[in-house]
């Protein structure tokens, strides 16, 4: 936001003259001090309009800057105002219903949460961890409509996603999926969700405060972690209750999915990147089924310090390497294709695999039987194979 302020100076001018006769008379006469002070009165009086003109205009000016603030202020409201006008229709409430026992004791244990409507027949993407352990699980649309016969087709324990589907409709309204990897760090964003559980469709608006954040998320008491990485950081207000929902741009596109919130900071929160869940989507969409592409290998992301700590020569890549158990899966077609425990995916099909690109990120965008185009640096050389993507195995 600019501001255009102007200057403004006025400088007065004037002239002054005199006459002479060939007989002084002491009436029509004026002495030199009586026109030197007429001059200077003028001047005054010109030097304090001139004085009092420039003040009056600042004065205008200030409030002219301040209106435009107001109106830029006043035309960013009505912005997210029409986005989550835009939005809301595709944007759910789930409710959940678990199983829970307190030493001897069994009940029933209420859940909450939001998901994205992702196509008129029924289809719904959420958090894992909204639907996980569900024994019973309802959708309500923006417009209070209630469905129980709720089907969940399937779960992806490494970017915490769940898709669901609403069983006997046609005419959802779904959301407009847009591109996370155009995200900038200080773009405006807006967040829609079920905030706390209680406050259906609640709009909080703010900026993407980073890119590419590696975090460990728990429920309450630290049960459940699991590993998310490549993740859009927000100070946009997530509450419980907005997992599973949409953060979108100023155009109404969905570019994450909201699902963690730090609990021992104000205005950190982290959105899964639409682009880490674009392949499901579509997978979902045409089969009705969760499949996910299987290269087989454990990895971890390349930093200057893991580079420098493991002596490699490059600083950027998935570098294949496992704490536990083999680095490459037996049979995988990673392991097909000749990758081994120490070589570093640097691309596939072509781009570049580093902090803002991960390998999760380039498997999740391809889909089981995919040819990949997988460049690795093994012993300092560069290498290319062909790998033919496997489905994930069933955890």
Same mark, same amino acid.
């Given at each position: 936001?600019?501001?255009?302020?102007?200057?403004?100076?006025?400088?007065?001018?004037?002239?002054?003259?005199?006459?002479?006769?060939?007989?002084?008379?002491?009436?029509?006469?004026?002495?030199?001090?009586?026109?030197?002070?007429?001059?200077?009165?003028?001047?005054?009086?010109?030097?304090?309009?001139?004085?009092?003109?420039?003040?009056?205009?600042?004065?205008? %000016?200030?409030?002219?800057?301040?209106?435009?603030?107001?109106?830029?202020?006043?035309? %960013?409201?009505?912005?997210?105002?029409?986005?989550?006008?835009?939005?809301?229709?595709?944007?759910?409430?789930?409710?959940?219903?678990?199983?829970?026992?307190?030493?001897?004791?069994?009940?029933?244990?209420?859940?909450? $949460?939001?998901?994205?409507?992702?196509?008129?027949?029924?289809?719904?993407?959420?958090?894992?961890?909204?639907?996980?352990?569900?024994?019973?699980? %309802?959708?309500?649309?923006?417009?209070?409509?209630?469905?129980?016969?709720?089907?969940?087709?399937?779960?992806?324990?490494?970017?915490?996603?769940?898709?669901?589907?609403?069983?006997?409709?046609?005419?959802?309204?779904?959301?407009?999926?847009?591109?996370?990897?155009?995200?900038?760090?200080?773009?405006?964003?807006?967040?829609?969700?079920?905030?706390?559980?209680?406050?259906?469709?609640?709009?909080?608006?703010?900026?993407?405060?980073?890119?590419?954040?590696?975090?460990?998320?728990?429920? %309450?008491?630290?049960?459940?972690?699991?590993?998310?990485?490549?993740?859009?950081?927000?100070?946009?207000?997530?509450?419980?209750?907005?997992?599973?929902?949409?953060?979108?741009?100023?155009?109404?596109?969905?570019?994450?999915?909201?699902?963690?919130?730090?609990?021992?900071?104000?205005?950190?929160?982290?959105?899964?990147?639409?682009?880490?869940?674009?392949?499901?989507?579509?997978?979902?969409?045409?089969? $009705?089924?969760?499949?996910?592409?299987?290269?087989?290998?454990?990895?971890?992301?390349?930093?200057?310090?893991?580079?420098?700590?493991?002596?490699?020569?490059?600083?950027?890549?998935?570098?294949?390497?496992?704490?536990?158990?083999?680095?490459?899966?037996?049979?995988?077609?990673?392991?097909?294709?000749?990758?081994?425990?120490?070589?570093?995916?640097?691309?596939?099909? $072509?781009?570049?695999?580093?902090?803002?690109?991960?390998?999760?990120?380039?498997?999740?965008?391809?889909?089981?039987?995919?040819?990949?185009?997988?460049?690795?640096?093994?012993?300092?050389?560069?290498?290319?194979?062909?790998?033919?993507?496997?489905?994930?195995?069933?955890?």
């Amino acid at each position: 936001m600019a501001d255009a302020t102007k200057d403004i100076k006025i400088t007065p001018e004037g002239k002054s003259g005199g006459a002479t006769g060939s007989a002084p008379h002491p009436q029509g006469s004026r002495s030199p001090g009586l026109r030197l002070t007429a001059l200077g009165f003028f001047c005054f009086v010109f030097g304090f309009l001139g004085a009092w003109v420039a003040l009056a205009s600042g004065v205008v %000016e200030q409030q002219t800057t301040i209106t435009e603030k107001r109106n830029i202020v006043s035309q %960013e409201g009505d912005v997210v105002a029409e986005v989550a006008k835009q939005v809301s229709p595709s944007v759910v409430s789930i409710v959940t219903e678990s199983s829970a026992s307190l030493g001897y004791r069994s009940y029933t244990q209420e859940g909450a $949460g939001t998901g994205i409507v992702i196509s008129k027949d029924g289809y719904v993407i959420t958090n894992r961890h909204v639907v996980n352990g569900a024994s019973t699980v %309802e959708v309500v649309l923006a417009d209070g409509t209630t469905y129980e016969d709720v089907e969940l087709i399937g779960t992806d324990t490494v970017n915490d996603l769940a898709f669901l589907k609403i069983k006997g409709v046609d005419s959802l309204v779904p959301a407009v999926i847009g591109d996370s990897s155009s995200v900038e760090v200080g773009q405006k964003v807006i967040a829609i969700g079920n905030a706390l559980g209680q406050y259906q469709t609640s709009v909080t608006s703010g900026i993407v405060s980073g890119l590419g954040r590696p975090i460990i998320a728990g429920g %309450e008491g630290g049960q459940d972690t699991e590993s998310l990485s490549n993740l859009l950081q927000t100070d946009a207000a997530i509450n419980p209750g907005n997992s599973g929902g949409p953060l979108v741009n100023l155009r109404g596109e969905v570019i994450g999915i909201n699902t963690a919130i730090d609990q021992d900071a104000q205005g950190i929160g982290f959105a899964i990147p639409i682009n880490d869940a674009k392949g499901l989507i579509r997978s979902v969409k045409k089969s $009705g089924e969760l499949k996910r592409a299987f290269l087989g290998v454990s990895h971890v992301m390349l930093t200057p310090e893991i580079a420098k700590y493991h002596k490699l020569s490059i600083s950027q890549g998935a570098y294949i390497v496992s704490d536990s158990g083999p680095a490459v899966s037996s049979d995988s077609p990673a392991e097909q294709a000749g990758l081994r425990s120490g070589d570093v995916i640097t691309k596939v099909n $072509g781009e570049k695999i580093n902090s803002t690109n991960p390998l999760l990120s380039a498997m999740s965008q391809l889909k089981p039987g995919d040819t990949a185009s997988v460049t690795y640096v093994r012993d300092s050389k560069e290498k290319t194979v062909d790998v033919v993507l496997a489905n994930y195995p069933a955890s």
